[in-house]
């Protein structure tokens, strides 16, 4: 009995360290894939790994935990191109932390590349329990909008000139942002650059997502990309 108990655990583990591997290496094909796709609907060039990683990096970083120098970065299924409004750069980031446990999220740029005026902002979702007390004790700022409830709940919006930010979310470019809705997303706007930080961004919709997001703080209504 005690026999059967042992192979039946130890074949359990073989099975468990199996489909954790085999789903590991699934999400890294589906990366690859959902990237090289991507940039062959659009016309924009693909490259698996490049050491490269834009100065924006730093600016997404800064609020980020990833910023310690015991992680070890890695940039792949890089695709980036360039309209008449932005230049796009998108890339997977693997980062490699204490007992070489493995991190990844997906980062995208789109770089201002006309003369549109867009005001700095910071957006990403709503976290009721947490933002209920962050506005309360520590005067979080959170930019909402009477007439579209269903926005104002889905994120917090800030940025250093309330004023404009208001009137660049007009309703048309709200709707942009919940039709193509990336959970748990950081949007951050800063220096001409858009920069969209999303964790494990593996599908072609979300990607194609990011791009409608872009087309639309840019200006760009007809996707050229």
């Known amino acids: 009995m005690i026999l059967v108990i042992a192979i039946v655990c130890v074949g359990g583990f073989l099975f468990l360290c199996y489909y954790m591997i085999n789903s590991y290496n699934k999400r890294i094909q589906e990366r690859r894939s959902s990237a090289k796709i991507f940039a062959q609907r659009h016309k924009l060039t693909f490259g698996e790994n490049t050491g490269y990683a834009p100065a924006a990096e730093q600016e997404y970083d800064s609020d980020e935990a990833y910023t310690s ?20 750069y998108m890339h997977d980031r693997k980062l490699i932390g204490h007992k070489n446990n493995e991190y990844y999220d997906y980062v995208a740029y789109f770089v201002k590349n006309n003369d549109k ?44 000139n309330e004023g404009k930010v208001r009137k660049f979310f007009d309703r048309k470019m709200r709707q942009i942002f919940v039709q193509n809705r990336l959970e748990g997303a950081v949007f951050i706007y800063k220096n001409d650059t858009l920069i969209i930080g999303f964790e494990n961004s593996t599908t072609l ?7 409608a997001i872009a087309n639309a703080v ?8």
């Open 69 to 88: 120098s015991s992680f070890k970065v890695s940039y792949n299924n890089i695709v980036c191109g360039e309209n008449d409004k932005f230049i796009l």
């Open 117 to 160: 005026d867009i005001p700095d902002f910071f957006m990403r979702d709503e976290v009721f329990l947490k933002d209920a007390v962050l506005k309360k004790f520590a005067n979080e700022q959170d930019i909402n909008f009477s007439d579209d409830d269903l926005f104002s709940k889905i994120f917090i919006l800030q940025g250093p």
């Open 218 to 225: 840019f200006g760009n209504s007809k996707k050229t990309l």
């Open 205 to 211: 919709q979300q990607k194609e997502s990011m791009l």
